[in-house]
């Protein structure tokens, strides 16, 4: 297709880029060659109003080169695998009517009308055409809701917190129980959206989604949402594709992470690429932000297979301005409210619990650091907080019913064997290890990420940070979590405390000294919630650096 498109219109576009991939320059291209094709003066590769009037319905008797144009769009939109010939043959056909069924642009049928051409160049479409869903960030009033019931609306996307606009402009947009009462009531369905900031890309963190994930949960089940609802998370910025695995990918990992122990369902919304890069991760469903077609994220990206709804256009109905969009029946929203009383602990009660039977029983308040342990080789402090942490922005890892989650193990060992630099055999080691002991008890739903702050050959310093959701199986009312700083002399520690081994049989190791190190930071940084004194920490060290090592030594001199 580049070789054709670049073959073709070269002394007007230039050299295209020919390697094979479609982006933003191939799709203007296909959108030019379309213009070519059915003769739009001053053809510039952008879909505005003279070539939507002079779109015309393809036929088999259409032009080999307009013919071809539906053959390419077809094709990098997934609906296509037969010749680029320009003869409208039935492939041609069967991808039409796949396409529309897919995209939900009735009739299901043949016909290569604009709302199915434009619908395969474009990420917004024809925006003529109807559909049955809407979004708002307006509090709908009674008149509201007989609106756009009126206008053939049946599904509504709400925000359940936060507020738009500035100075006297300022408005709340989250919905309310007296408002659902009323969109129910009206015949509509509703589905719901988060979106308190989102609108630069250093919002988008792992600890960010997590917390995110926390307060839209919070807030649709005091609502009454329906356990199985879908929560829509915005990224409401045109993200780079070459920032998105720093920024997003993280984001919603912390957001899937986050509802991973809740009644919801983690959704995004967002360009088409990071709709694609959230249906890889997991999301449930994808809300497409079509309606910005000159983004980066949309433009040369095709439609995730995941979506449930497309926003494509925006306009005001009585007023009150709206996003319409198309819906694919994947989610069809909710008619069906009810507020369900679940057990709630305080963050304050959490912390309580969690300390009652371990050494930091007494000792930890929020906002304090104390140091529970102080020898020569190992110093331990932790310090509680009513916000969720992710120290360092690393990997953070589930905690489900007081274990470390095996489901999270792959990317542990990768912080393993990058961050610690530890051999795979001891990181097999450290997992297994987690896996089978018992973070605390207490802690029914949770998570842990690690940070390493500095390292050298005989000093080793670690922040491990515990995000608390729930405790005893009650959901805390607030945030919760503790952060436990770790600084060790390894070779000093195996001298002194793990018998049998001397530090010259260990010093015969590669990298003696990170291994041991990591393998103290992480196994102290487990037992501490669960030890009564600090000579239990020791001593579980001891015994588990014990049994890695005679296992390490053989097979690493």
């Not at 036929?59 to 307009?66: D, P, Y």
């Not at 925000?159 to 709340?172: A, I």
């Not at 129910?184 to 719901?192: K, S, Y």
């Given at each position: 297709m580049q070789q054709y498109l670049n073959g073709k219109f070269s002394d007007e576009l230039g050299i295209l880029p020919c390697d094979g991939i479609y982006q933003r320059d191939t799709n203007t291209s296909l959108i030019f060659a379309l213009q070519k094709a059915i003769g739009v003066s001053g053809a510039n590769g952008n879909y505005g109003p003279g070539t939507i009037s002079a779109t015309p319905i393809v036929t088999s008797s259409s032009s080999a080169a307009l013919i071809r144009v539906i053959q390419y769009g077809l094709y990098v939109n997934g609906h296509y695998s037969g010749n680029f010939d320009g003869t409208y043959n039935s492939s041609v056909a069967k991808g039409i009517i796949a396409f529309r069924k897919f995209m939900n642009l009735p009739p299901f049928t043949d016909t290569a009308d604009l709302t199915l051409i434009k619908g395969l160049l474009t990420s917004n479409g024809n925006t003529n055409r109807e559909?049955?869903?809407l979004d708002?960030?307006?509090?709908?009033?009674?008149?509201?809701?007989?609106?756009l019931k009126r206008n053939g609306f049946q599904i509504v996307g709400?925000?359940?917190?936060?507020?738009?606009?500035?100075g006297s402009e300022k408005r709340d947009k989250n919905l309310t129980t007296a408002e659902i009462n009323r969109i129910t009531a009206g015949g509509l369905n509703i589905f719901p959206i988060y979106e308190d900031g989102g609108y630069e890309e250093s919002y988008f963190t792992s600890s960010q989604g997590y917390k995110d994930?926390?307060?839209?949960?919070?807030?649709?089940?005091?609502?009454?949402?329906?356990?199985g609802a879908t929560i829509y998370f915005a990224v409401d910025v045109d993200v780079q594709d070459g920032d998105i695995d720093r920024t997003v990918r993280p984001y919603m990992v912390g957001v899937i992470n986050g509802l991973a122990s809740t009644e919801?369902?983690?959704?995004?919304?967002g360009t088409r690429n990071v709709c694609l890069h959230g249906e890889e991760l997991g999301?449930?469903?994808s809300f497409v932000a079509d309606m910005s077609y000159g983004w980066s994220g949309n433009l040369g990206f095709k439609m995730p297979e995941n979506w449930a709804f497309d926003q494509f256009v925006e306009y005001p109905i009585g007023g009150t301005p709206i996003d319409q969009g198309a819906s694919s029946g994947r989610d069809k929203g909710h008619n069906a409210f009810n507020v369900r009383h679940v057990p709630i602990i305080s963050p304050s009660d959490a912390?309580?619990?969690i300390a009652s039977n371990s050494l930091l029983k007494g000792k930890v308040n929020f906002d304090k650091k104390v140091t529970v342990i102080n020898e020569p080789y190992l110093i331990v402090s932790v310090t509680a907080s009513t916000e969720f942490e992710n120290k360092g922005d690393g990997l953070a890892f589930n905690i489900k019913n007081g274990k470390f989650d095996p489901k999270d193990s792959v990317g542990l060992n990768e912080v393993l064997t990058t961050v610690f630099h530890m051999p795979d055999s001891g990181a097999d080691l450290v997992i297994d290890y987690l896996g089978k002991t018992t973070i605390s008890s207490e802690i029914t739903a949770g998570n842990m990420s690690f940070k390493l702050s500095s390292s050298s050959d005989k000093l080793f310093k670690m922040s491990v940070t515990y995000n608390v959701q729930k405790v005893e199986d009650k959901i805390l009312s607030?945030?919760?979590?503790?952060?436990?700083?770790?600084?060790?002399?390894?070779?000093?520690?195996?001298?002194?405390k793990v018998n049998g081994f001397t530090s010259s049989v260990v010093q015969k190791i590669p990298n003696a000294g990170k291994i041991i190190g990591a393998a103290i930071l992480l196994v102290g940084a487990v037992l501490f919630l669960v030890s009564t004194a600090p000579v239990d920490i020791i001593a579980g060290i001891a015994g588990f650096l014990t049994m890695l090592l005679s296992k390490l030594i053989p097979v690493l001199e």
């Amino acid at each position: 297709m580049q070789q054709y498109l670049n073959g073709k219109f070269s002394d007007e576009l230039g050299i295209l880029p020919c390697d094979g991939i479609y982006q933003r320059d191939t799709n203007t291209s296909l959108i030019f060659a379309l213009q070519k094709a059915i003769g739009v003066s001053g053809a510039n590769g952008n879909y505005g109003p003279g070539t939507i009037s002079a779109t015309p319905i393809v036929t088999s008797s259409s032009s080999a080169a307009l013919i071809r144009v539906i053959q390419y769009g077809l094709y990098v939109n997934g609906h296509y695998s037969g010749n680029f010939d320009g003869t409208y043959n039935s492939s041609v056909a069967k991808g039409i009517i796949a396409f529309r069924k897919f995209m939900n642009l009735p009739p299901f049928t043949d016909t290569a009308d604009l709302t199915l051409i434009k619908g395969l160049l474009t990420s917004n479409g024809n925006t003529n055409r109807e559909s049955n869903t809407l979004d708002a960030a307006t509090q709908l009033t009674d008149t509201d809701v007989n609106n756009l019931k009126r206008n053939g609306f049946q599904i509504v996307g709400r925000y359940l917190t936060g507020s738009v606009g500035v100075g006297s402009e300022k408005r709340d947009k989250n919905l309310t129980t007296a408002e659902i009462n009323r969109i129910t009531a009206g015949g509509l369905n509703i589905f719901p959206i988060y979106e308190d900031g989102g609108y630069e890309e250093s919002y988008f963190t792992s600890s960010q989604g997590y917390k995110d994930a926390f307060i839209a949960s919070t807030a649709a089940r005091n609502l009454g949402f329906p356990e199985g609802a879908t929560i829509y998370f915005a990224v409401d910025v045109d993200v780079q594709d070459g920032d998105i695995d720093r920024t997003v990918r993280p984001y919603m990992v912390g957001v899937i992470n986050g509802l991973a122990s809740t009644e919801f369902k983690p959704g995004v919304y967002g360009t088409r690429n990071v709709c694609l890069h959230g249906e890889e991760l997991g999301m449930n469903c994808s809300f497409v932000a079509d309606m910005s077609y000159g983004w980066s994220g949309n433009l040369g990206f095709k439609m995730p297979e995941n979506w449930a709804f497309d926003q494509f256009v925006e306009y005001p109905i009585g007023g009150t301005p709206i996003d319409q969009g198309a819906s694919s029946g994947r989610d069809k929203g909710h008619n069906a409210f009810n507020v369900r009383h679940v057990p709630i602990i305080s963050p304050s009660d959490a912390l309580k619990a969690i300390a009652s039977n371990s050494l930091l029983k007494g000792k930890v308040n929020f906002d304090k650091k104390v140091t529970v342990i102080n020898e020569p080789y190992l110093i331990v402090s932790v310090t509680a907080s009513t916000e969720f942490e992710n120290k360092g922005d690393g990997l953070a890892f589930n905690i489900k019913n007081g274990k470390f989650d095996p489901k999270d193990s792959v990317g542990l060992n990768e912080v393993l064997t990058t961050v610690f630099h530890m051999p795979d055999s001891g990181a097999d080691l450290v997992i297994d290890y987690l896996g089978k002991t018992t973070i605390s008890s207490e802690i029914t739903a949770g998570n842990m990420s690690f940070k390493l702050s500095s390292s050298s050959d005989k000093l080793f310093k670690m922040s491990v940070t515990y995000n608390v959701q729930k405790v005893e199986d009650k959901i805390l009312s607030g945030e919760c979590s503790m952060t436990l700083d770790i600084e060790v002399d390894p070779l000093t520690f195996v001298t002194e405390k793990v018998n049998g081994f001397t530090s010259s049989v260990v010093q015969k190791i590669p990298n003696a000294g990170k291994i041991i190190g990591a393998a103290i930071l992480l196994v102290g940084a487990v037992l501490f919630l669960v030890s009564t004194a600090p000579v239990d920490i020791i001593a579980g060290i001891a015994g588990f650096l014990t049994m890695l090592l005679s296992k390490l030594i053989p097979v690493l001199e």
